[in-house]
């Protein structure tokens, strides 16, 4: 299944061929089983091996484009929510695409291999708690393997494109990473939702740089936590996308945030462009990936 999917790959972009072949060959066992039963699931919501191919093609070229774009002027294509609504969230077609093709990045680049793998170690670390909120979980790979991990009594998530909430509820449901608890996965804007807290845990994957105000998300997240309890979420520096609006341009910067909100970063995980030092990307503008497992600090 696996084989078939990257020949797909290499015949719809031959350059992609050997990266992902080399990627494959770093997964752990349970990453390659968990590949596996993704695709198979794919397979079977009327996806194709070459529809599957696409869709990660999708990923690739939009995001080289936005390369190109962000050398030249400096700065990300689109900076509100509004320059990508209609084109990217609630397009059911180019939603769906976009979010298969970001669910095998997660397997096949190598900083979104890591960023998940030190998602789940940290769940896996964390005592098990009340609640668990996802915030933007696209396409529920990681909400599936929370799940899964049962870190928590009763699972939630919001997204708010329609197309990701299809998505969660496919995966979810469908019993491809095993029988997991119930999750509600509601369709809305995290900032506007009407949400009761307290959470445990809160998981924010790849959703500031796509927001206007991440502030504003992390202070909410705050609210709706704990004492004590744990936001992790990801991110990226100098990294375009066809819908990052907010540029974060240094580590600092994304932690001063964190710290704003009243969020204390006990972990860290720092993913330059593979190959370069985190001041070699730095230097050159290139992406770096950035994790964070952080704690509520007590209300004054
Ligand atoms: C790039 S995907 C991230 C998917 C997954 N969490 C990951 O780490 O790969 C971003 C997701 O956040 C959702 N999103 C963006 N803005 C949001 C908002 N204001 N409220 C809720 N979800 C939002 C998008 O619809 C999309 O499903």
């Avoid at 699972?155 to 329609?162: G, N, T, V």
């Avoid at 197309?163 to 509820?169: D, K, M, Q």
């Avoid at 804007?189 to 307290?198: H, K, R, S, T």
């Avoid at 995980?269 to 050159?284: N, Y």
Wanted: overall charge negative; charged content about 25%; proline content about 4%.
């Amino acid at each position: 299944m696996i084989e078939e999917l990257v020949e797909a790959i290499g015949q719809k972009n031959p350059r992609q061929r050997r990266p992902v072949e080399a990627a494959l060959s770093t997964l752990h066992d349970e990453e390659r089983r968990d590949l596996s039963a993704w695709v198979r699931h794919a397979l079977s919501r009327g996806n194709s091996a070459t529809s599957l191919a696409a869709a990660y093609d999708l990923v690739v070229r939009d995001t080289l484009r936005e390369q190109v774009y962000f050398r030249r002027h400096g700065r990300y294509r689109h900076t509100s929510f509004a320059d990508v609504a209609s084109d990217v969230y609630f397009s059911p077609v180019y939603m769906q695409q976009y979010m298969e093709g970001l669910a095998l990045t997660g397997f096949f680049w190598e900083n979104h291999v890591v960023l998940r793998r030190f998602l789940l170690h940290a769940l896996a670390r964390l005592p098990r708690v009340r609640r668990y909120l996802e915030v933007g979980p696209g396409h529920g790979l990681h909400l599936a393997a929370a799940a899964r991990l049962g870190c928590a009594e009763s699972f939630e998530a919001i997204d708010l494109s329609p197309t990701s909430v299809a998505l969660c509820n496919d995966l979810l449901t469908s019993g491809a990473l095993g029988a997991l608890p119930a999750v509600h996965v509601r369709e809305a804007d995290f900032l506007g939702a009407d949400v009761d807290g307290p959470f445990g845990i809160v998981v924010m994957g790849e959703v500031l740089e796509h927001v206007e105000r991440p502030d504003l998300f992390l202070v909410r997240a705050r609210e709706l936590l704990s004492d004590g309890g744990h936001l992790l979420c990801t991110t990226c520096i100098d990294a375009p996308a066809i819908d990052h609006i907010r540029h974060f341009r240094s580590v600092e910067e994304v932690e001063a945030l964190l710290f704003d909100a009243g969020l204390d970063v006990i972990e860290r995980c720092v993913l330059p462009h593979p190959g370069l030092s985190l001041a070699e990307a730095a230097a050159q503008r290139l992406a770096v990936n950035v994790g964070f497992v952080a704690r509520t600090r007590p209300r004054a």
